[in-house]
């Protein structure tokens, strides 16, 4: 391990500072925090002149880099990123200033997919030599699941074992984790998704299965935000190339996403707002008016499904990058600088009429076809800008691909979408999958039988 090597601190501030590797294979600190750098890396100016020359995996490598070093190889990662970035980035103009950047390419069409790709190739990497097999436990109400199965599809050393609740997940969801075989094992659960979580979470607790290395790829490793870093820095440099200062619109739920935006602001990157869209899980936007955090339980269900978060577990990596501190309970325990806070980043809630008109009025207006997602992001954008008028380029972020709403865009806008080539493929495949009771016995036997030695 080099000496310039990155350490990773615990939001909680109780638990040892970590190395990447250490931080990556343990997901959440010991005293239940998140990890975060302990100091955020910068670009320098013969960067910025690489960056804006880069295509997407050369710039993946270049920030990257600033985390991964004395971790793995620069050969190493350039390759990595050459093999998790194998699509299309699409950064479109709209108007004069305004851009969209879609990141719906990638084998499960949502953003997901740029952190499970790279996290995929690190995992791999680290297993690289291992002896033994990592088994990734992970449940999954439909996305989550289906972007990890893709994710670690045949890296070596490492099998995933996807519990879904087959009444609860679309068709084109369970065949993206049924179809692949090899190392992923898609579980069918009879129940619910908690009764999948509780599973899982029964397993990690569970001593005698310690002869198997089992680990989860949830979303708050730190592993899924550094790649979430990249996009930002690309799409920057390539649109204000005097490094002219970019207003970022993204549309969020458990602020992962967005926390790549701050990181790359932290990191250089000269980024003049951060709007921040929810739904109307609106619990930050009511945060940053009045000061008070309150969590919304249960989460409201929203047309932008992915992001009906009540209480976002990355809200307390963003407080404390303003030197605020929430606890793992949800508790703010020291309150953050509000008007630094405020300074760099907007929030707004958009509900599902709002949607709906957006995905109406960017069509007709733009030819922009937009999913909820995404038009919670642009009407955020257009809010901002109603208050705060600018004369910066602005990017918003459409996370996934408007074709996984095929019967909402035809209400709205008389048409189906075409599924992009990595939706469609899977419908053809031959599925394969086992079916269980809800019942950890049951969950068991499947583990030992299926990864004991
Ligand atoms: C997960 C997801 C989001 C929310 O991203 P966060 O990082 O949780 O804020 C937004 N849109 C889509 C399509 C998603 O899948």
Redesign the pocket.
């Known amino acids: 391990m080099g000496m310039d090597s990155m350490r990773f601190a615990s939001t909680n501030r109780l638990a040892p500072e970590v190395t990447l590797a250490e931080a990556l294979l343990q997901g959440q600190a010991p005293d239940r925090g998140l990890y975060l750098p302990v100091t955020v890396p910068s670009f320098t100016r013969e960067d910025f002149a690489a960056l804006r020359n880069g295509s997407y995996p050369e710039v993946a490598s270049i920030v990257l880099r600033k985390f991964t070093l004395g971790t793995f190889p620069d050969d190493d990662l350039d390759a990595m990123c050459q093999r998790a970035y194998d699509f299309d980035v699409p950064l479109e103009q709209v108007d004069t200033r305004r851009y969209i950047m879609r990141l719906d390419r990638g084998p499960t069409a949502?953003?997901?997919d740029f952190a499970g790709r790279m996290m995929g190739q690190m995992f791999g990497k680290l297993r690289e030599n291992a002896s033994n097999r990592l088994v990734i436990l992970t449940a999954t109400s439909g996305?989550t699941g289906s972007a990890v199965a893709q994710a670690f599809y045949r890296i070596p050393n490492i099998e995933v074992a996807v519990l879904f609740p087959p009444a609860e997940v679309s068709d084109r969801q369970r065949k993206q984790m049924t179809t692949l075989g090899e190392n992923i094992t898609p579980i069918a659960v009879e129940g619910k998704f908690d009764d999948c979580q509780a599973l899982v979470k029964q397993a990690f607790a569970d001593d005698t299965l310690r002869g198997i290395q089992l680990t989860s790829a949830n979303?708050i490793n730190i592993g899924r935000l550094m790649p979430q870093i990249v996009y930002y820095v690309y799409a920057a440099v390539r649109i204000a190339p005097e490094n002219d200062p970019v207003i970022i619109s993204i549309?969020?739920?458990?602020?992962?996403?967005?926390m790549g935006a701050l990181l790359a602001m932290r990191m250089g990157v000269p980024i003049e707002k951060i709007v921040i869209a929810t739904n109307t899980n609106d619990e930050v936007p009511k945060f940053f008016e009045t000061g008070v955090y309150q969590k919304i339980v249960p989460s409201r269900h929203c047309l932008?499904n992915?992001?009906n978060?009540g209480h976002?577990s990355n809200f307390a990596r963003v407080l404390a990058l303003y030197g605020g501190w929430m606890d793992e309970t949800g508790t703010i325990r020291q309150m953050p600088d509000m008007t630094h806070m405020k300074s760099e980043l907007w929030a707004t809630g958009v509900n599902d009429d709002d949607t709906r008109l957006t995905i109406q009025s960017a069509w007709q207006k733009n030819r922009l076809l937009l999913e909820p997602?995404g038009a919670t992001g642009w009407l955020g954008l257009q809010r901002y800008l109603d208050e705060n008028p600018s004369s910066s380029t602005a990017v918003c972020i459409e996370?996934?691909h408007p074709a996984k709403f095929p019967e909402e865009i035809e209400k709205l806008l008389g048409f189906t979408p075409e599924a992009p080539p990595s939706l469609a493929k899977v419908e053809q495949k031959k599925e394969n999958y086992r079916t269980m009771p809800a019942d950890y016995n049951a969950f068991r036997e499947l583990i030992l039988e299926t990864y004991g030695s």
């Open positions: 949502s953003f997901k996305d979303s549309p969020s739920g458990n602020f992962g996403n967005m932008s992915a992001m978060v976002p997602h996370t996934a």
